[in-house]
């Protein structure tokens, strides 16, 4: 990719979790890819929410898939030289027309008391997909912890689009639905972990398909559900390793220069990298600096090959001191861990980005 060596100590013990290591949900499917999970402490241990993607076992001449319905999980099959079939993606493949997802995905949790061996504890629940508008499953979710509530914001995902999805909880045995909170089509959204002036923010990311891009955005809220004065505050930039889509990662982390976020960037060819940009404190809408290069791209060969190869993909971290633990998917099949200086982030930002941004917006 041309572009110079990223700042992540990545963990020795890489991949922390394969699909061979966790059971599926069901009988009758299997595990096909880990995913970034989302991460947060509680019980003074790691916690992570993994999310699996499973499918039926695969016959030759056949393709299937899950579905979420109201009776449950339902198998579609279809031959694969069937006239109307698409399935050169490994994602997603479009038969007659819709759009369908080959895994149906799930959230899974997991603690450590280390922060590197992950084990499944008895007594909680998975989550998984509980109205039409996550029947083809809930993906990517971030944590934030704001005063003694955790907030789960998800991708809920159905052949209406794919949105953003919020439940709550304290005690991650029982959890209140809120619903999609930002309509189709959306998704990355992550929640700031304190309200600034009052009001909660998050950072989301719409997509448009003819005008407009996968840009970064900021919204307020009064509570934490209901969301407006959005501004777009990131966009990609040409002939760079993020030309093609942007989006957050898991919540900012309060420093004294402003509010860092991690996000990911992707090119034409699909490599997904990780970067880095930095908001005023008191006004999240103003990005102040941004890097010029990635902090992390695809470099091992977990990274390199697997579900979809050339990925690396966070939306979890925990952050102690200067050190971020970032935690992070990797060629869309393995969880990984890495760590980072957020002095040596900080370092690498570049604050000439800020003045064009703001203007242009």
């Known amino acids: 990719m041309n572009i110079q060596t990223d700042l992540a100590a990545r963990f020795s013990e890489n ?10 949900s069901v009988e009758g499917l299997e595990i096909a890819c880990l995913l970034n999970p989302g991460v947060f402490t509680f019980q003074n241990k790691t916690w992570i929410l993994v999310r699996v993607a499973e499918r039926p076992q695969q016959q030759e001449g056949i393709i299937s898939f899950p579905v979420l319905t109201g009776k449950g999980i339902q198998i579609m099959e279809i031959e694969s030289n069937h006239p109307e079939l698409d399935a050169t993606d490994a994602r997603v493949i479009n038969y007659k027309g819709l759009d369908y997802l080959t895994t149906l995905s799930h959230l899974r949790l997991l603690s450590s008391e ?34 003694d509530t955790y907030y789960l914001t998800y991708t809920a995902v159905s052949e209406m689009g794919v949105g953003v999805g919020m439940r709550t909880t304290k005690d991650w045995k029982t959890f209140q639905s809120h619903g999609m909170v930002i309509p189709p089509h959306n998704k990355d959204c992550a929640l ?8 909660y923010y998050a950072l989301h990311r719409p997509s448009s398909v003819d005008l407009g891009g996968n840009f970064i955005w900021i919204a307020e809220s009064p509570d934490g559900i209901h969301w407006g004065n959005h501004k777009c505050i990131i ?9 093609k889509r942007v989006g957050a990662g898991a919540a900012p982390i309060k420093t004294e220069k402003g509010w860092l976020e991690i996000y990911h960037g992707a090119n034409p060819a699909h490599q997904y990298c990780l970067g880095a940009f930095l908001m005023d404190l008191n006004d999240p809408s103003k990005v102040i600096a941004r890097t010029e290069d ?7 060969t977990y990274e390199l090959s697997g579900f979809f190869g050339e990925v690396v993909f966070t939306n979890g971290h925990t952050v102690k001191g200067d050190e971020l633990t970032i935690y992070y998917g990797a060629a869309d099949e393995f969880v990984c861990g890495a760590k980072f200086s957020i002095a040596a982030i900080l370092s690498a930002l570049t604050y000439n980005h800020a003045e064009e941004t703001h203007v242009r917006n």
Not at 192 to 198: A, M, S, V
Not at 235 to 243: E, I, K, Q, V
Request: aromatic fraction near 8%.
């Open 114 to 147: 280390d922060g590197i061996n992950f084990t499944e504890p008895e007594g909680y629940p998975l989550m998984q997909g509980e109205n039409p508008q996550e029947g083809f499953g809930i993906e990517d979710c971030r944590v934030a912890l704001i005063e």
């Open 15 to 24: 991949p922390l979790l394969s699909p061979k290591d966790l059971k599926p």
């Open 192 to 199: 700031f972990e304190e309200k600034i002036n009052g009001k």
């Open 294 to 300: 990635p902090i992390m791209k695809p470099a091992e």
């Open 235 to 243: 966009r990609t930039r040409d002939n760079h390793w993020d030309s």
